[in-house]
T-cell receptor, first 112, second 117 residues
Framework: KAGVTQTPRYLIKTRGQQVTLSCSPISGHRSVSWYQQTPGQGLQFLFEYFSETQRNKGNFPGRFSGRQFSNSRSEMNVSTLELGDSALYLC???????????FGSGTRLTVV | AQKITQTQPGMFVQEKEAVTLDCTYDTSDPSYGLFWYKQPSSGEMIFLIYQGSYDQQNATEGRYSLNFQKARKSANLVISASQLGDSAMYFCAMREGEAGNNRKLIWGLGTSLAVNP
C-alpha cells in the first residue's frame, strides 16, 4: 500500500511569507502528526490531528497552524516566516489501536 | 530536563560487527512506549523497533534488538552484523501514556552511525 506522502519535497520562501505543507496519510489512518526537525533543537512535536480535530499541540507560536480534512489528509501552515523556521517538516500517520507511526519523507523548508 | 538522552553523538563500527546505541529515558508514567527510528540522508524516518513498558521480553526485529532495562530506564538498540546500508542517524523516541489518545513522540538528539567496510 502507498506510504505517507508529503508535498512539496523542497521549498524556498522569503521571510514574511507564508507556506502550506501537505501530508497524505496511509489509507485508513486517521491520525496525522507533524514534527519540526532542526540541527539545533532536534525533532519537536508540532501538533496531531485525529478525525479532523486537533488532539495535541506542541509548544510552537500561533504562526504554526494545521488542519485535517475528511479524507484524513492534513496541511500545516506557517505564516510570517522567520529564518528560524528553516527545517525539515515531517508528518507521521498512525491508526487507532496501533503503536506504530509511519513517516513521510518530509518537506525541507528554507527561509531566506 | 531531557526526557530522552542519547549520549553518543557519533559511532563507528566495522562491517559485520555488532553495535549498541544507547538511550536513557525519564518518565513518571507507568505506561509508555519506546521507539527506535533510522534516518538516512534522504530524510525519511524509518521505524526499526518498538518496546512497550509492560512488555516482558525484549523486542527483536531481524538484526535489531532492544535491550530494555526498565529499572535503569534504558532502552539500548543493538544492531547485529552491521551492513554498509546501516550508516545513518538513529533516534530513540518515547510516547508517554497509552497510545489511544496520545500520539506525541518525544525524541532524543540522535546518534550518527558510520559503518566502515
Amino acid at each position: 500500500k502507498a506510504g505517507v506522502t508529503q508535498t512539496p519535497r523542497y521549498l524556498i520562501k522569503t521571510r514574511g511569507q507564508q507556506v502550506t505543507l501537505s501530508c497524505s496519510p496511509i489509507s485508513g489512518h486517521r491520525s496525522v502528526s507533524w514534527y519540526q526537525q532542526t540541527p539545533g533543537q532536534g525533532l519537536q512535536f508540532l501538533f496531531e490531528y485525529f478525525s479532523e480535530t486537533q488532539r495535541n499541540k506542541g509548544n510552537f507560536p500561533g504562526r504554526f497552524s494545521g488542519r485535517q480534512f475528511s479524507n484524513s489528509r492534513s496541511e500545516m501552515n506557517v505564516s510570517t516566516l522567520e529564518l528560524g523556521d528553516s527545517a525539515l517538516y515531517l508528518c507521521a500517520s498512525s491508526s487507532s489501536g496501533s503503536y506504530g507511526y509511519t513517516f513521510g519523507s518530509g518537506t525541507r523548508l528554507t527561509v531566506v | 530536563a531531557q526526557k530522552i538522552t542519547q549520549t553518543q553523538p557519533g559511532m563507528f563500527v566495522q562491517e559485520k560487527e555488532a553495535v549498541t546505541l544507547d538511550c536513557t529515558y525519564d518518565t513518571s508514567d507507568p505506561s509508555y512506549g519506546l521507539f527506535w527510528y533510522k534516518q538516512p540522508s534522504s530524510g525519511e524516518m524509518i521505524f526499526l523497533i518498538y518496546q512497550g513498558s509492560y512488555d516482558q521480553q525484549n523486542a527483536t526485529e531481524g538484526r535489531y534488538s532492544l535491550n530494555f532495562q526498565k529499572a535503569r530506564k534504558s532502552a539500548n538498540l543493538v544492531i547485529s552484523a552491521s551492513q554498509l546500508g546501516d550508516s545513518a542517524m538513529y533516534f530513540c523516541a518515547m510516547r508517554e501514556g497509552e497510545a489511544g489518545n496520545n500520539r506525541k513522540l518525544i525524541w532524543g538528539l540522535g546518534t550518527s552511525l558510520a559503518v566502515n567496510p
